[in-house]
């Protein structure tokens, strides 16, 4: 059976923003509905997964033609793209236990 057929055949009886799972890890194919006139469309999504090979995130990177798909590339590509990540992660604060509002400092302005 080639490609072609199993995704015609979720293209047509898919639900709404239905996700399926492809053989590559972290590669699903995901139904697009009808949107200001143009029909439903399938999509790939780019999505981390866990252990037993389901999305982490709640939606991934979705690219719905080649040209998106050379602009994510050209752009994961770009060489400042790793050094600006490891500025993020060391400003960011590390996850744990989020402090409750009392705990909190509060911020007076003196008048």
Do not use: C, H
């Amino acid at each position: 059976m080639s490609l072609e057929e199993p995704l015609t055949e979720f293209l047509e009886s898919g639900d709404d923003w239905e996700r399926k799972k492809t053989s590559v890890d972290g590669v699903f194919i995901l139904k697009l509905p009808e949107y200001k006139g143009n029909p439903p469309r399938l999509a790939i999504e780019l999505n981390p997964t866990d252990s037993r090979g389901n999305p982490t995130k709640k939606r991934g990177l979705m690219m719905r033609d080649v040209g998106e798909l050379e602009t994510f590339r050209d752009l994961i590509g770009e060489e400042g793209l790793d050094d600006l990540m490891e500025i993020i992660v060391e400003v960011n604060p590390e996850k744990g236990k989020k402090k409750r509002r009392e705990e909190e400092k509060e911020d007076i302005i003196e008048i």
